[in-house]
């Protein structure tokens, strides 16, 4: 387009999707009104990419002749001035260019422009001329459904004769052209169908909840309820009170793929399910979320942390669910934490956020504590559910058979509950048959070629594989090393062997394997899981997987194989993952009445974190951990960043973190620690180095590290570096 050279063009601030660390200048052509929020069309280089009107001033360098102008503004709502101060929040914390949180937003291209109505026809009377079985059915169809519109796919479909069938009879007038208006995603969810009776407890619970939503304003509660309490039921309560004011709701779910149940539970509270946002989306329906989301017709989404970044205009609650769980951290390209960005969204829009958990994360505990956030508590479980009796197996006393990996007093345990007609669960973090391999002759270990870990044999699939990088490779018969024949030895159990064994000893029991990995994917996982809450088995061994959010009726006997697994390594947050982890997977017990009993394998029972969650005592777990945290000065007293560094030459590597060390401006609050080879020195080929700061909670680390970044070294080579403000991580 031409632009008249005499006068200085009108101009715009644009961000784009790209890593660029401020918007950009473009010229409005004349006509065009735009303003903050709008969704716009603009050249970059010789591409054309979707991009919104920013606040902040554009890059204003360049000389306003020469700038290119916006293109095209979609027709779509603005993206609403919060979610535009919460995604420049974003940025300035987490280090991140604007441009590449923007991209969070932008997940769905096709969005922008209005949805189409469909070509559909319906009939319009008539006799075809000559009257072939096929077009009879198509007939039949019709009438059963009189006046409705089709398309003529879906016809087709449903009457089972070709589409060419169709189009005949449309030729010959039988049917009329209409245009389909685009459907919603989902329907509209109703408050006010009634939930439940609620308990004393429940209702005092759901009472505060409530009052937070009508009082309306910012405020993070923490719902902090026993497995089984209600803890759904009881927030379901505030989701109504948000629908009811004319807002729209997000709910985080840690593992959505795993969540049938969450989402008919949902249904039928509200008579119709929420529209849901992850990865596994179709792209098409993807749009159509998105785009619904933006118009408001969908007021209520359950999705994975990128559904924070969904263009919500009228949000007034979210709810993260499990707000304890690390796959709430985000640690691929962009460093954050959804569960903490939720309550900065609810902050910048002045709405409550509900996060809830039977085991809070230490960080919220602290602020329940300190009454940043409002502490909702409940210590009962539903019904006659009682928790389960809590034990630990000194597997120093009471070893396993040989070779073998349960003690006896567990598989006794598990044999009353398989004889009464019960369930037992065996729960193992480790896929796979055995974590290592190794050469009985010459010791060798199979490692991977790209990553500092061992390769873990898949009996089944007979393969060795890489859990980091995905590399795999067939079970070898004879040792890479020495070339011995048949001498390789399995070491440690995986849940594949678990199975192997408790189909010696229970060779008459339904045994159901369940793992992340296990083929047929999630479909498959979502199925097992229904099938063992129906009782259609008698023996359950899983990983993680396993462990969240489940409700199995039958199952009365929980058994830990290894409790230790998860305390060894040097994780600041090992004894936390663990209590978390071991209270939910024993939580699986007992949830329906009766007696139930977690057995935990121990070779450490006098471990603090093995004894608080075998005496039941949570409240004393918190509270020694959080002692603990505050004497070591570690999160959330205290602010740590990691910056990795990682090239494919590890002296490369090395030799920039050093740099970047060097570059670090003087502080008497910030403390740098490394450069160190990271615990996993070696990541799908790239070579890894770890520095930390550790500073206290009152420190600006975001401006330290800007300068800092500032002064160092520029990224080169295969160099990368990585920083990771408030890392879960430290491999
Ligand atoms: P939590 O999330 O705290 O583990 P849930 O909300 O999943 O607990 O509730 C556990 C089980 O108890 C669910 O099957 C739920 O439907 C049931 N339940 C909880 N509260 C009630 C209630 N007031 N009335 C009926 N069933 C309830
Ligand atoms: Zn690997």
Redesign the pocket.
């Known amino acids: 387009m031409e632009l008249d050279l005499g006068d200085k063009p009108e101009t715009v601030s644009v961000l784009l999707p790209i890593p660029a660390e401020r918007a950009y200048s473009y010229a409005v052509p004349p006509g065009l009104t735009l303003a903050p929020g709008d969704y716009v069309q603009v050249p970059l280089g010789p591409r054309k990419v979707a991009a919104i009107v920013w606040d902040s001033p554009g890059d204003d360098e360049v000389d306003p002749i020469k700038l290119r102008p916006v293109e095209q503004k979609f027709d779509c709502p603005p993206l609403a001035r919060d979610m535009r101060k919460f995604i420049d929040w974003l940025a300035a914390y987490t280090l991140s260019p604007p441009g590449m949180v923007l991209r969070s937003v932008l997940r769905a291209p096709g969005a922008l422009d209005p949805e189409l109505p469909l070509d559909g026809i319906r009939f319009s009377g008539g006799e075809p001329e000559r009257l072939t079985d096929a077009r009879r059915r198509v007939l039949e169809v019709v009438a059963e459904q009189e006046g409705l519109a089709w398309t003529r796919s879906g016809l087709a479909n449903v009457a089972g004769v070709s589409a060419s069938v169709v189009e005949g009879l449309q030729k010959q007038g039988i049917f009329e052209p209409v245009l389909i208006p685009p459907a919603p995603v989902v329907a509209k969810p109703l408050p006010d169908t009634v939930?439940?009776?609620?308990?004393e407890q429940?209702q005092k619970a759901a009472t505060l909840l409530v009052e937070s939503v009508e009082t309306g304003g910012f405020e993070t509660c923490l719902l902090d309820?026993?497995?089984?309490?209600?803890?759904?039921?009881?927030y379901f309560e505030a989701i109504a009170a948000a629908l009811d004011r004319g807002k729209q709701v997000l709910i985080l779910l840690p593992e959505i793929a795993l969540t049938a149940t969450f989402l008919e539970?949902f249904e039928q509270r509200f008579g119709a399910p929420p529209a849901q946002w992850h990865s596994g989306l179709a792209p098409r329906m993807r749009e159509r979320v998105w785009r619904q989301v933006a118009t408001g017709q969908v007021r209520v989404v359950a999705g994975a942390r990128s559904a924070l970044f969904l263009p919500f205009p009228e949000i007034g609650l979210i709810i993260v669910?499990e707000e304890h769980d690390s796959a709430y951290k985000q640690e691929d390209r962009m460093f954050y934490s959804a569960r903490d960005m939720a309550v900065v969204r609810a902050s910048i829009g002045s709405f409550p956020c509900i996060l809830?958990s039977?085991t809070p994360s230490v960080e919220s505990r602290v602020n329940a504590e300190a009454g940043r956030y409002r502490h909702v508590r409940?210590d009962e479980?539903?019904?006659d559910?009682v928790l389960p009796d809590l034990d630990i197996i000194d597997m120093r006393k009471n070893p396993p058979p040989r070779g073998k990996f349960l003690s006896p007093i567990l598989t006794d345990a598990m044999k009353a509950a398989v004889g009464r007609g019960e369930q037992a669960l065996l729960f193992l973090n480790r896929r796979g048959y055995a974590p290592l391999t190794l050469c009985r002759v010459c010791g060798f270990r199979f490692e991977c070629r790209n990553c500092s870990a061992w390769l873990v044999e898949h009996r089944f699939r007979n393969q060795l594989q890489c859990h980091h990088c995905g590399h795999s490779e067939p079970t070898p018969e004879a040792c890479s090393n020495c070339g011995t024949l048949d001498h390789l030895v399995a070491c440690g159990p995986g849940v594949e062997r678990l199975a192997e064994e408790v189909d010696e000893t229970f060779p008459d029991a339904r045994i159901i394997v369940l793992s992340s990995d296990m083929l047929g994917g999630v479909n498959r996982l979502r199925l097992e899981l229904e099938s063992i809450a129906k009782g259609e088995a008698d023996i359950v061994i899983g990983t993680q997987v396993v462990a969240k959010?489940h409700?199995f009726?039958l199952m009365t006997c929980v058994g830990v194989v290894d409790a230790d697994l998860g305390l060894a390594n040097g994780d600041p947050r090992a004894a936390e993952r663990t209590f978390q982890l071991l209270s939910q997977v024993t939580?699986r017990a007992g949830?329906?009445g009766g007696k139930s009993i977690g057995l935990m394998q121990s070779y450490a029972p006098e471990h603090p974190v093995i004894q608080a969650i075998a005496s039941g005592d949570r409240e004393a777990f918190y509270e020694r951990e959080i002692a603990m945290r505050k004497s070591a000065g570690l999160p959330p007293f205290a602010r740590l960043v990691s910056i990795i560094v990682s090239a494919l030459d590890k002296r490369e590597a090395e030799s920039h973190a050093r740099a970047i060390k060097l570059a670090a401006p003087a502080s008497a609050e910030a403390q740098i620690l490394g450069p160190a080879e990271a615990p996993m020195a070696l990541v799908r080929g790239r070579y890894r180095y770890r520095l930390l700061v550790h500073a206290p909670r009152a420190f600006d680390v975001q401006s330290y590290l800007r300068s800092w970044m500032s002064a160092g070294p520029r990224e080169r080579g295969s160099v990368r570096v990585q920083i990771d403000v408030d890392p879960q991580s430290f491999l």
């Open positions: 939930g439940p009776d609620l308990s429940q309820g026993i497995t089984g309490s209600g803890k759904t039921e009881v539970r669910d809830s039977a409940m479980r539903h019904g559910a959010g409700n009726p939580g949830r329906v």
